[in-house]
């Protein structure tokens, strides 16, 4: 038995903030105080220390074909980052695009127990779940991509019953082993293929004529009734568009009042104001996600430096591959599924556009009230790599720290944005709320995200420093499952996690017009599509924890 | 007894088609329906049935040659991974010795690789896979070789489709070969040009594009007004495709060639569709190089060094580190083609070979291993760069894989200090 003993305890599942008590663990699992003549435990003095359950990272992009893509056309985001090897962790290297040793070992050390790749797609699912099989220590899980696969839109075009569609989208979370659904660019991707170069929500996609908007309502719908916990997961149209923030507030509409997740919004709520046409579309979408008890976002915030943009939405990609520095970038058409582009990217602080991008994520994280319904992402690597966690925490959570900053920013974007006016600086408990609290209860994590009796024993111990981006950084102590992993930012032990999923049922019937399909047109077949359990084990993943669907039909 | 088996994926060329039909009769394999030549071939190998271990060039005990291996490996100042089939099992495992003992890991067919990685690195791409080329494509240029010389089954997949998802009566697409010649079988538009000249052509193209003109009648022996009609019917594609296969660009700088090729079909995309489709695969190239990359971070032709994985492509390529004495060990593994042999070197040399590989003279160790796809179930890379087949295990030969080898070699390695 473990005794943490003494620190400030934050889990706001259960109403708790700040009160102090011990946490015992026992066989990989939080237990109750033990009896007093219980033999001795094993005991952390966390005296002054703040406790947490291990951090949820929801939208982080850490495997799969696009990914590998950026590390293999960056070896500039590699020269100077090289981990060595130790005796118990392998060598790696990667800022923006890390290898996937490098990022379990950093996510770990960072007090990261669960990281989820937002954009597996199903042709290519294998893949992402090798490269999450290879990222050691944090559980992991995936969110299958459609919305733009010629099956789901062919079904939407032929009014198909929306029995089918659910059954459709069941099979394929079974299929792909994924714990949830994602849209990108609802049928975008799909017209880009087309040779169309923007797809707004109400907009016919070319060919199948069903818009966007159908889209939504019919993935909302099948996710809702399947009773899969995380909603749909949407990167809406029109990314980096300025005006988009209308867009965006029509894709909200568009799960007619079913629960939605809009994934890194800031991309998504610009205006078209002043003289460079380019304004803070915050307020508006803070305003609109208050108003709307169904809808939860991440912000996928921008942080300056060099990254690299990696996203299943071509056609945003396309359009942005100009502004790729260094000058070089990548668009894919992928099995009549999905796409992809990559395009490497450098966020600059004295750059109007990034400037503002970067206020834009900071005002939705201090205007949306409710913490529950906003989550910390930059949306690795997008807005910038996961490593400057701890500093965008300090930002939220410092506000002196955050107006020194503002103060950099091109003057013209501080000028622009509402940032400087904003007192509101976030609680541990709210961090805790958006970081752990709040992503396992949105993606059905029933044992995770808290640290009551019976909950899996993650727990993350951390000095409680002014200084809140060294004290996010470097974790005292980081137990995942009951195992010390981490210790002042070093790893001390070496885990392989678990890979979280989920099973509804459906009818098996759909299968038949699936295999004529595959077999017919595709270069697949039907038969080698499925991911099976033991596959996944050969894939590295330790075990699958499936959770439950409430179905409601 | 003898048994049919449906749907089986093929490991011995990059299209990994998955629809070939397998005849096993005990430990005798044979292709019965969409085969190729190769599959035919390859499938039907029929090693050994006994675990074959030599030392030396002597029969000897398993645990013998792995200890010899861990040895030689231990005690090299550089040694050198030189991967020539594999599937991702087997990567992992190569780069886990690698990372502990500090080697460089290369493919023999990196030449090729690299040329396409290279382009990666400087200008990226725009590419597309084999289910859209099936499904889309209305023009199809195969840039310096044939395709299915080294492709058997690539039109036979992709192109002569009589009905696709979004045309049911669809022609086949226009097909023009830009370099050598057609096979006779194929119905297809010849454009002559000398391979190692259409740097040349695709940068007359992107000029032309550009609305420049030309003060030349020919470029690389084509007539500009050929090439003005060639990017015509290019842009007047929906959505066109370009086949190259970095092999057949054997020259000095080849990549060059290849790049101003994926120059052009970004510049492409600006009024219309256009993807280019990279031919590669065979002997699991593209599978090394995915596992090194998302593992290290960085592509083939990495050393792992004391700091971390170094990537040097001209100083760490095995033609150089070989051919400078640099190197002083090599562990050669080729587990997808019997007819494969490692570079006679002086240096000690470890084969892991797929069984049925005759014992080679000059190795110092030799083990006899499993093939993925027949022997063990595993994965590969197609050519596409997406799409990582589930290889089967299709018949029960007590044959050890490359990967469980590689992973005793290491645990006979002396102990690690931190």
Known sequence: ?553 | MSQLLGNVSCPFCGLLCDDLQLRVDDEAVSVEANGCERSRAQFSVRPPTAPACWVDGAQAPLEEGVARAASILASARLPLLLIAGTDVAGMRSVLELADRIGAVVDHAASDSLMRNVQVLQNTGWVTTTLSEVRNRADLVVLAGGDAVSRFPRLFERCVDNTSTLFDATRQSPELIFLGRQPPTHVAGRHIPVDVSRLSSLFAALRALRGGARLDADKVADVAVSDLSALLARMQQARYGVIVWSAADFAFPHAELAIQSLCELVQELNSTTRFCGLPLGGTDGDITAHQVMTWQAGVPLRTRFTRTGPEYDPHRYSTQRLLGDAEADALLYIAALDTTHRPPAVRIPTIVLGRAGMAPLQHSAVQIAVATPGIDQAGHLYRTDNVVAVRLRKVVARQLPGAHEILSRIVGCLPQERN
């Open chain 1, 1 to 553: 038995m473990i005794r943490i003993k003494g620190g400030k305890i934050y889990d706001p599942a259960h109403g708790v903030d700040g009160e102090i008590r011990d946490v015992y663990v026992q066989d990989g699992r939080i237990v109750a105080a033990p009896a007093p003549d219980a033999p001795a435990a094993i005991e952390y003095d966390c005296s002054g220390m703040a406790i947490m359950a291990g951090a949820i990272d929801l939208h982080t992009h850490i495997g799969g074909g696009k990914v590998n893509i950026a590390r293999a056309m960056l070896p500039e985001d590699h020269r100077y980052t090289r981990r060595a090897r130790t005796a118990l962790s392998r060598s790696g290297s990667g800022h923006a695009a890390p290898s996937t040793f490098a990022a379990g070992y950093r996510y770990a050390e960072m007090g990261y127990t669960a990281c989820f790749e937002p954009a597996m797609l199903p042709s290519n699912a294998r893949q992402a779940h090798m490269e999450m099989g290879d990222t050691p220590i944090v559980d992991k899980g995936a969110y299958a991509l459609l919305g733009n696969d010629d099956f789901l839109l062919r079904l939407l075009a032929g009014k198909a019953d929306p029995a089918i569609v659910r059954d459709y989208v069941a099979w394929t979370l079974r299929a792909t082993q994924a714990l949830g659904i994602k849209v990108v660019n609802p049928g975008g991707i799909s017209a880009f293929k087309f040779n169309a170069r923007k797809l707004d929500v109400d907009e016919t996609a070319p060919y199948y004529g069903v818009t966007p908007r159908s889209i939504l309502a019919a993935l909302t719908q099948a996710l809702h009734e399947l009773g899969v916990p995380h909603p749909l997961h949407v990167h809406a149209s029109n990314l980096g568009v300025p005006g988009n923030v209308d867009s965006t507030l029509a894709t909200m509409d568009a799960a007619e009042g079913r629960p939605i997740h809009l994934t890194h919004i800031q991309f998504h709520s610009y205006g078209t104001e002043g003289d460079r046409k380019f304004s803070s579309g915050a307020a508006r979408i803070a305003e609109a996600i208050n108003a709307r008890r169904n809808v939860t976002a991440d912000v996928g915030q921008v942080l300056f430096g060099q990254t690299v943009t990696a996203s299943g939405d071509s056609m945003a990609q396309y359009r942005n591959s100009r502004h790729a520095h260094p000058n070089k970038w990548v668009c894919m058409d992928i099995e009549c599924d999905a796409g992809c582009g990559v395009v490497p990217f450098r966020y600059r602080d004295q750059n109007f556009v990034n400037a503002l991008q970067w206020a834009i994520g900071l005002e939705i994280f201090l205007l949306v009230d409710d913490p529950w319904r906003v989550f910390l992402t930059t949306d690795h690597p997008n807005g910038a790599p996961f490593t400057g966690y701890p500093h965008l925490v300090r930002l939220l959570m410092d506000r002196t720290f955050r107006d020194e900053r503002l103060a950099q920013i091109h003057p013209d974007a501080a000028a622009a944005s509402t940032l400087g006016s904003i007192r509101r600086e976030y609680s541990l408990y709210e961090i805790a709320i958006m970081t752990r609290a709040a992503p396992a209860r949105i993606l059905g994590l029933r044992d995770r995200g808290h640290l009551a009796p019976g909950a899996a024993a993650d727990i993350v111990v951390y000095s409680d420093r002014p200084d809140r981006e060294a004290m996010f950084a470097r974790p005292e102590y980081v137990f995942k499952d009951g195992r010390l992993v981490a210790q002042r930012g070093q790893i001390v032990a070496v885990t392989r996690g678990a890979t979280h999923t989920v099973k509804p049922e459906f009818d098996r019937s759909i299968e038949r017009p699936l295999r004529d399909y595959f077999d017919r047109y595709h270069t697949v077949a039907f038969d080698n599509v499925p991911i099976d359990a033991g596959e996944m084990v050969e894939c590295g993943s330790r075990e699958i924890l499936v959770q439950p669907c409430a179905g409601r039909t």
